[in-house]
């Protein structure tokens, strides 16, 4: 083997090492489905499903018809709340960071056996929804609702990577960086940029990191505050940073 294909190996091992260490672990069985908390652990849609959609609902968990339809007519609300409380990141279906209405749909459709398109098919993705569509959905669950393995937010990727550019401080990082905006974006800040190359460094160091204010379809906003310049106090201006989606699939920085 040459020193080259030595090379590429041991490059090709740690890539390997370091895809396995994000693997999907996990199976279905692994959610945290069995709400009524049935002693032989089964989850069916017309019993832990349906006790998902009242619990979103805030209907009282152990009234008829809920405890009627239970495998665990034992079973009380502080359990079923304390269930809930225990596995709030794990139920969060889409990643939202709520347990909705939504999520308990997806669920009990799960548990009723719906898979590919029919699983969310026909329904909206929320607005602070990380998973979309019945794919991502499907994958989440079936490898064992674990939230940690959620992929990055693509928005937030995109603007991590182009502030990365921007950070080297050189019109070939500002190059780079005009390939996460819009073409819009790239006529508006070309001739801006070029003016500061020398302090963008220091100017995205003082960036927050961006928060979500507003997903809607191909469109975003999220908020991202910096420093007011000679404020004593700790005063920070706060932007927002709108992303479209192209026509690539691909989300981009349209204003900032
Ligand atoms: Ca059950
Ligand atoms: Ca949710």
């Known amino acids: 083997m040459s020193k080259r294909e030595q090379g590429a ?8 090492a370091l895809l396995s260490s994000v693997s999907y672990a996990g199976t279905a069985a692994d959610c945290p489905f069995n709400i009524d908390q049935s002693a032989a652990d089964t989850r069916r849609g017309t019993t832990d499903g349906l006790l998902f959609i009242r619990y979103a609902l ?25 269930h809930m409380s225990a596995h709030a990141n794990a139920l969060d279906i ?21 898979r590919g398109t029919a699983l969310a098919g026909d329904l909206d993705a929320p607005q602070f929804a990380k998973r979309y569509g019945s794919a991502a959905f499907q994958q989440y669950i079936d490898s064992g609702c674990n939230s940690a393995n959620d992929p990055a937010d693509p928005r937030m990727a995109v603007w991590n990577a182009m502030n990365a550019q921007l950070a080297l401080g ?8 005009k390939t996460y905006m819009t073409d819009t974006a790239v006529d508006s800040y070309t001739p801006a940029l070029a003016t500061i190359v020398a302090d963008l460094p220091a100017i995205v160091a003082s960036y927050s990191p961006i928060i979500p204010r507003m997903i809607s379809g191909d469109y975003a906003e999220y908020w991202v505050s910096r420093p007011l310049l000679g404020s004593g106090t700790g005063e920070r201006l706060v932007h927002i940073v709108t992303f479209i989606r192209t026509l690539d699939g691909n989300w981009r920085v349209d204003a900032m």
């Open 58 to 82: 805030s209907l009282p968990s152990a009234s008829p018809p809920a405890t009627n339809a239970t495998e665990n007519p034992a079973f009380t609300s502080a359990q079923i709340d304390a």
């Open 94 to 114: 889409d990643g939202d960071g709520a347990f909705t209405r939504f999520d308990a749909q997806i669920i009990a459709r799960y548990l009723l056996g719906f």
């Open 170 to 177: 050189t019109s070939a990082g500002i190059d780079q960086a």
């Open 9 to 16: 190996s041991k490059w090709a091992a740690a890539l390997l």
